[in-house]
């Protein structure tokens, strides 16, 4: 079964300070691994995926197999990066996204 | 970027009463989903939909929901008896068929209140 878990339920920083959002998975095969950001409870909108290996908004986020890891992180918070992030996951062959109970990152001034 | 298109935005519906959710998706792209996220929960798999039919499906889509391509371009979720509990915010998703794709793309979200 597919499993993801996001242990944070909230993160508060303050602006400038770096930022990590963890994520592991349970997935027996190889999965593929994603991050979603909600703003304001607007749509869902792709921040990374790990297949892209890129970074957006200065956000990254690296596989660990090892681990069962795909922590998202950001070297320098901004105000605008308040908002809700989901780690999700898929099985193979374009299978229904899991999602993880997302962490809530709020970045004060 | 090509976007997924949900209608209604917001529709107020009275407990009983069936209601039709619509997506349009993105072009291409052969793999449909919706996901409901009820208010201050998480994002919760519904069914999956690929080829005109339904691929998977989860415990919540009971004999309620269903779903169907009518005319080869929307993407429809119809509740027939709506209920209390069905009160969420209801979301469309796509994906392209090939790996080198977008990840699964959302649409804006219909916000379904039954009272």
């Known amino acids: 079964a597919q499993r993801v878990t996001q242990p944070e339920k909230l993160l508060s920083v303050f602006k400038g300070a770096p930022v990590e959002l963890k994520c592991n998975y349970s997935y027996s095969g190889s999965p593929e691994l994603f991050w979603y950001v909600q703003y304001s409870r607007q749509r869902l909108q792709l921040l990374l995926r790990?297949?892209s290996r890129e970074s957006i908004k200065g956000f990254t986020a690296d596989l660990n197999k090892g681990e069962t890891s795909f922590h998202l992180k950001k070297p320098f918070a901004q105000e605008e990066d308040s908002a809700m992030y989901y780690c999700?996951?898929?099985?193979?062959?374009?299978?229904?996204?899991?999602f993880g109970t997302g962490t809530r990152l709020l970045v004060s001034p | 970027e090509p976007e997924v298109t949900q209608t209604p935005s917001h529709q107020v519906t009275q407990m009983g009463q069936e209601v039709i959710l619509r997506c349009v998706p993105i072009s291409n792209h052969l793999y449909f989903y919706w996901y409901r996220q009820i208010l201050g929960q998480k994002v919760e798999f519904l069914v999956s939909?690929?080829?005109?039919?339904?691929?998977?499906k989860s415990e919540i889509f009971d004999d309620q929901f269903s779903v169907e391509r009518p005319d080869g371009s929307n993407f429809t979720l119809k509740i027939r008896s709506t209920k209390l509990e069905d009160s969420a915010m209801y979301f469309c998703?796509?994906?392209?068929?090939?790996?080198?794709?977008?990840?699964?793309?959302f649409g804006s979200g219909t916000r379904l209140t039954v009272v």
């Open positions: 939909f690929y080829n005109n039919e339904i691929s998977e």
């Open positions: 999700a996951l898929s099985g193979t062959g374009f299978q229904k996204l899991v």
């Open positions: 998703a796509t994906r392209s068929g090939t790996v080198q794709g977008y990840g699964y793309t």
């Open positions: 790990h297949i």
